[in-house]
């Protein structure tokens, strides 16, 4: 049984992760313009895992009986200030939604509720993956970022990405 803070809590996740699809999308379209197919990809690839995790979401609240509430999306926020630059703001919204998630957990935690506690352990799982992803490519830009060179190799690199 899944309390009102639960479901609250949970509800408020699936705008989160619905958010960043949407920041991540507005991200690759933007880099798409410039001509960085790769970054592009990589990019919009991450804006659907992230649409599955809010409908991951939506389905364990439907599955446990409980009612989803979707509320608005707000319009996705990031200044262009070179490729660095997003990845460090992608860097910095996986370290909030990291924080999110350990609400999540504490929460349930705090309530007992073994059924959320496992659930959410996938997505601690998979936000470490997802932070140390970003950094990887984070560390790689800051080395050789402002060479043209490098630029095109990391980009041809990120082309490769398939799921
Ligand atoms: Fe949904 O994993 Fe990132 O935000």
Redesign the pocket.
Known sequence: MISEKINEILNEQIN??FY?GYLYLSMSAHLKELGLNGFAKWIKIQAK??VE?GLKIFDYLINSNSFVTLKQIRTPEFEFRGVLSIFNHIYE??QC?TKSIMKIAQLADEECDRTTLAFIDW?IK??LE?EEAVKNIIKRLELFGEDKVALYLIDKELDERAV
């Open positions: 989160r992760e960043s895992e992230e995790h919204h996986e939604i997505f998979e936000q997802e």
